[in-house]
């Protein structure tokens, strides 16, 4: 019911935007976050947002740099992600949790499949 994708090979400094398509469930009642996982590292949260777009959440590792979005009526969501480094190369996923707050690790209704984001010379 949810799925992300648009991750790749990307040099230093680039962008890459990903994004979240979901169905199977009412998307406006849901709160979004992007979270991530670098190898031999766990997995941590970058951006949420909530179900309206208002408001919005970035870890410090992304805050000035990424930028999350949703589009209720086409039922997605996305991550902007500017001047990339290496140190953000790891599997993205999207998770989806009803109501105002914010999914967390371990409380979220719905988990994508993840994509790979490399950022690399």
């Known amino acids: 019911q949810l799925q992300a994708f648009g991750g790749g090979l990307v040099q230093p400094g680039g962008f890459l935007t990903l994004s979240c398509a979901t169905s199977?469930?009412?998307?406006?009642?849901?709160?979004i976050a992007w979270f991530r996982q670098a190898p031999g590292k766990e997995r941590e949260g970058v951006a949420c947002v909530g179900s309206s777009g208002e408001r919005k959440y970035y870890a410090d590792t992304a805050k000035g740099r990424f930028t999350v979005s949703r589009n209720n009526p086409k039922n997605t969501a996305a991550l902007q992600m500017d001047s990339l480094q290496p140190a953000d190369t790891a599997v993205y996923y999207c998770?989806?949790?009803?109501?105002?707050?914010?999914?967390?690790?371990?409380?979220?209704?719905?988990w994508g499949q993840g994509t790979q984001v490399t950022v690399s010379s």
């Open positions: 199977g469930f009412i998307f406006d009642d849901y709160a």
């Open positions: 998770a989806a949790r009803a109501g105002s707050l914010y999914p967390t690790i371990r409380n979220a209704d719905y």
